[in-house]
């Protein structure tokens, strides 16, 4: 009951949620038909060691794309997450024959769920230590777990088969298709890659993804509002782990081993390279940053000393990263919009 000259109050009704799905345009048609038809006007070798690498690579890259990009949690243990996962699938499934007194000898597809799993679930642990930090000290957090995890692989010897690693972990033959040669690897990761890459588009639109991204640009505010921070956070990680994994999964099957090298700081870094080359506003950054790494890291020996292709591969990240700090992303986007603007203006200043 209201009395009289008392003004009434209207809630307005809460939206509606709806999930959009990913927008497809010309252009993503046009880039889908060159990945299909890729291997059959390259050779064997740009199918494998560049095609598959580089999605593979990018993969793995993606999962940090969207903790860091969307999330503003730039992990350093994307490539431990792969790592594991990785191991996984040597360590339950099968390798070589110096390595069955540790190798379980599942079957594949056992291995290889299992070990998603496992990564997933270390890398919801892996939030769950660092999502309390911002900024340097969560670098610094997964930057120690993924040290740490280099000197458990390195050190143990019942497990992780110390230094050695596991040898010879090829990828299995399914319905008579052997997945080890170059056309049928490169569309296993060209199909895991998109899945990927559709995902994180489709959730960035999803209200978990949009309510990440308001965490990321205000996590008090977003607190006031009744949103769990740190749960959304965790399982950002989790979300993140299981991406990395697939990608570790398809990485040890294109190296066909893995070691403590494989996880070692070197690719810590290679894979923060990836991601920040190609650009981590976009979920097609990092494949693109994966493409141009993978070019210089084959080609570059021939360009300069094989003992300092380093030098060049550091000269180009940085050029890159000075000039456009959104990467390869951020010099198209600059010469769209000065192409756009181009065409309105006239060379005097006037507006056609």
Known sequence: MMSRGQAAIVLPAPREISFQLPRIGVRHLVVLVF??????????FFTFQIGAQSLALGLIALSLTFLGGYGGMVSLAQITVAGIAGYGVAIFGAASAADTAISLGWPWWVAVLISIAIATVCASFIGWLSVRTEGIYTIMITLAVGVAFYYLCLQNYSVFNGFQGFQRVHA??????????????????????????FFVKYLLRAPFGIALQGIRDNPRRMNALGFNVTAHRIAAYAVAGVIAAVGGVL??????LIGPGSVGTSWIINILVIAVLGGMRHPIG??????????LQTFAIDLID????NLLIGAVFLVIVLFSPDGLLGWWAGIRARFSTSKFVTPRGGVR
């Open 35 to 44: 990945l299909l038809a890729y291997p059959w006007f390259a050779t064997p």
């Open 172 to 197: 299995p033959t399914v319905l008579g298709i052997n997945l080890r040669d170059a056309l049928p690897f490169y569309y296993l990761v060209l199909f895991w890659s998109l899945a990927g890459y």
């Open 251 to 256: 990485l040890v099957w294109y190296n066909g």
């Open 286 to 295: 990092p494949f693109l940053g994966a493409i141009v790494f993978v070019l």
């Open 306 to 309: 094989r003992e300092r292709f």
